[in-house]
């Protein structure tokens, strides 16, 4: 059994073992869930309105609801119901993510394929979320595909291989619009070529199709008067150079306020652009796990001329995307772990390079990073934590007590999905929920909190409010149902 097992292994070329690595991995990761995200949620019930009350209701709800259309089509046609076919697409688009990122180390930098494995399966930048259902998985996979045709089209040119290029983009918008910056980065990657005239055309092969597109898009634009597309409204708003100006202004003001000597308050602004970046690229780190090992070492960091000369599609889009997210945390504020994810992705072929360099160089410190990497795994997939099953059980007695949805608070708005309601896209904060104002609009109210605190005790006895039903969790998470 044993040797039979090792031929398998050694049958198994590196990509294949990416793919179905990832898969088992994903399996585990969504067999120990029992709550979906709040993102997973809103999905799931846009997907659910698209089934039963068709595609215009649920644009009506959200503006880019491509990836929840995709769900409510799989259903109608298996059958299968919605939760199952969001892990089964994300769970194969991961995959099929994983599976080229490894192809891509295997063409350009064969010795460090198997290290790429166990990167895109350990490194735990996009692995954490496995166990959810999210449109990442589609941006990911479709702008993975696009960097992947986009090296097999440097060996071998062709219309048809660049309108591939571009097609794989668009795909990818239609889970995250922010794709559209890998046209740019491909373009960017042609820069060197263009002092001849074969460089020239290679680049009008690319843009052609693109160039297509947005001659049909802006005679669209001046037939409709504007955009009707809220999201390409908010998107274009975002990029607006007038708006980031001010944004930063606003911003670069409010933090000079805080400030005591004027010499700071003269560089706030510097201070706030390389605090930002600072911030990003802290998170970029973070999120490497074990991986960021290797860099430590001086002689990893030559694997960055391989990088840019093997991957320099992964290496302008990893630079356009720095740019967006900064436009991003300018504009909007805040960032996330999921939104730098990207930039890790990207990354794949030169952490799997610098792993190799660093295993070759070091070959106990390697078995370390082997060993670290593959606890990181399962660390990624198995969670020993107490289960969120209280917002369960509270959204099923709100189904089978409770009428309608419009004069219920619930603190979490997973407790309304799972009372079978339309879930809600926004939600108003606990203290404006109990304010006089809303207390006018809601009746019921969904409070993580235990019925004994005070504070909770001083505001139900002023406003007439007594607990209807109580729920917890395995480690004491308590959700209480207020109301009459």
Same mark, same amino acid.
């Given at each position: 059994?044993?040797?039979?097992?090792?031929?398998?292994?050694?049958?198994?070329?590196?990509? @294949?073992?990416? *793919?179905?690595?990832?898969?088992?991995?994903?399996?585990?990761?969504?067999?120990?869930?029992?709550?979906?995200?709040?993102?997973?949620?809103?999905?799931?019930?846009?997907?659910?309105?698209?089934?039963?009350? %068709?595609?215009?209701?649920?644009?009506?709800? &959200?503006?880019?609801?491509?990836?929840?259309?995709?769900?409510?089509?799989? @259903?109608?046609?298996? +059958?299968?119901?919605?939760?199952?076919?969001?892990?089964?697409?994300?769970?194969?688009?991961?995959?099929?993510?994983?599976?080229?990122?490894?192809?891509?180390?295997?063409?350009?930098?064969?010795?460090?394929?198997?290290?790429?494995?166990?990167?895109?399966?350990?490194?735990?930048? *996009?692995?954490?979320?496995?166990?959810?259902?999210?449109?990442?998985?589609?941006?990911?996979?479709?702008?993975? !595909?696009?960097?992947?045709? /986009?090296?097999?089209?440097?060996?071998?040119?062709?219309?048809?291989?660049?309108?591939?290029?571009?097609?794989?983009? &668009?795909?990818?918008?239609?889970?995250?619009?922010?794709?559209?910056?890998?046209?740019?980065?491909?373009?960017?990657?042609?820069?060197?070529?263009?002092?001849?005239?074969?460089?020239?055309?290679?680049?009008?092969?690319?843009?052609?199709?693109?160039?297509?597109?947005?001659?049909?898009?802006?005679?669209? #634009?001046?037939?409709? @008067?504007?955009?009707?597309?809220?999201?390409?409204?908010?998107?274009?708003?975002?990029?607006?150079?007038?708006?980031?100006? !001010?944004?930063?202004?606003?911003?670069?003001? =409010?933090?000079?306020?805080?400030? $005591?000597?004027?010499?700071?308050?003269?560089?706030?602004?510097?201070?706030?652009? &390389?605090?930002?970046?600072?911030?990003?690229?802290?998170?970029?780190?973070?999120?490497?796990?074990?991986?960021?090992?290797?860099?430590?070492?001086?002689?990893?960091?030559?694997?960055?001329?391989?990088?840019?000369?093997? &991957?320099?599609?992964?290496?302008?889009?990893?630079?356009?995307?720095?740019?967006?997210?900064?436009?991003?945390?300018? =504009?909007?504020? *805040?960032?996330?772990?999921?939104?730098?994810?990207?930039?890790?992705?990207?990354?794949?072929?030169?952490?799997?390079?610098?792993?190799?360099?660093?295993?070759?160089?070091?070959?106990?410190? %390697?078995?370390?990073?082997?060993?670290?990497?593959?606890?990181?795994?399962?660390?990624?997939?198995?969670?020993?934590?107490?289960?969120?099953? @209280?917002?369960?059980?509270? %959204?099923?007695? #709100?189904?089978?007590?409770?009428?309608? /949805?419009?004069?219920?608070?619930?603190?979490?708005?997973?407790?309304?999905?799972?009372?079978?309601?339309?879930?809600?896209?926004?939600?108003?904060?606990?203290? $404006?929920?109990?304010?006089?104002?809303?207390?006018?609009?809601?009746?019921?109210?969904?409070?993580?909190?235990?019925?004994?605190?005070?504070?909770?005790?001083?505001?139900?006895?002023?406003? +007439?409010? $007594?607990?209807?039903? $109580?729920?917890?969790?395995?480690? +004491?998470?308590?959700?209480?149902?207020?109301?009459?």
């Amino acid at each position: 059994m044993q040797r039979a097992l090792s031929q398998f292994m050694q049958r198994l070329s590196p990509v @294949h073992l990416a *793919f179905w690595g990832s898969l088992l991995l994903s399996w585990i990761a969504v067999s120990g869930e029992t709550t979906l995200s709040k993102d997973a949620a809103l999905y799931i019930d846009l997907a659910r309105s698209f089934f039963d009350q %068709g595609a215009a209701q649920t644009l009506q709800r &959200f503006n880019w609801p491509w990836f929840a259309w995709l769900l409510g089509v799989t @259903h109608w046609l298996t +059958g299968i119901p919605l939760e199952t076919c969001g892990y089964l697409w994300c769970a194969l688009l991961l995959a099929g993510t994983c599976a080229l990122l490894v192809d891509c180390v295997l063409q350009r930098a064969p010795h460090a394929s198997y290290w790429a494995v166990l990167v895109v399966l350990a490194m735990p930048s *996009f692995n954490v979320f496995r166990g959810d259902i999210l449109r990442e998985y589609g941006f990911w996979f479709f702008s993975v !595909l696009a960097l992947w045709l /986009a090296l097999r089209w440097e060996l071998r040119g062709g219309w048809w291989r660049a309108s591939g290029i571009q097609l794989a983009i &668009f795909t990818a918008a239609l889970f995250r619009l922010e794709a559209l910056m890998l046209s740019a980065a491909v373009s960017l990657w042609l820069l060197p070529e263009l002092r001849s005239r074969s460089g020239w055309l290679r680049l009008l092969q690319l843009n052609l199709l693109p160039i297509l597109c947005l001659i049909f898009v802006l005679l669209w #634009l001046l037939g409709s @008067h504007g955009a009707s597309q809220k999201r390409v409204n908010a998107f274009l708003k975002l990029l607006s150079p007038s708006g980031l100006v !001010l944004a930063f202004q606003t911003l670069t003001e =409010q933090f000079s306020g805080t400030l $005591k000597a004027k010499y700071s308050k003269d560089d706030a602004g510097q201070i706030i652009f &390389f605090g930002l970046l600072a911030a990003i690229l802290f998170k970029f780190i973070k999120i490497l796990g074990p991986f960021m090992l290797p860099f430590l070492v001086r002689k990893s960091w030559g694997t960055l001329a391989t990088y840019r000369q093997k &991957f320099a599609p992964f290496m302008w889009a990893w630079l356009l995307y720095l740019v967006v997210l900064m436009v991003f945390f300018i =504009q909007q504020q *805040f960032i996330n772990s999921r939104y730098v994810s990207f930039l890790d992705l990207l990354a794949v072929p030169l952490v799997a390079i610098a792993a190799a360099v660093f295993a070759g160089t070091f070959p106990r410190l %390697g078995k370390l990073l082997m060993v670290l990497a593959l606890l990181v795994m399962l660390d990624n997939v198995i969670s020993l934590g107490a289960k969120k099953t @209280h917002y369960i059980e509270a %959204g099923h007695w #709100l189904a089978q007590n409770i009428d309608s /949805a419009d004069q219920v608070y619930a603190q979490d708005p997973r407790m309304i999905y799972y009372a079978g309601w339309v879930y809600p896209r926004k939600t108003v904060s606990l203290a $404006k929920a109990m304010s006089p104002e809303g207390l006018e609009r809601y009746r019921y109210y969904l409070v993580e909190a235990d019925e004994q605190e005070p504070w909770l005790q001083d505001w139900m006895s002023k406003q +007439g409010k $007594k607990v209807l039903a $109580k729920f917890s969790n395995r480690r +004491g998470d308590t959700v209480v149902v207020l109301g009459d």
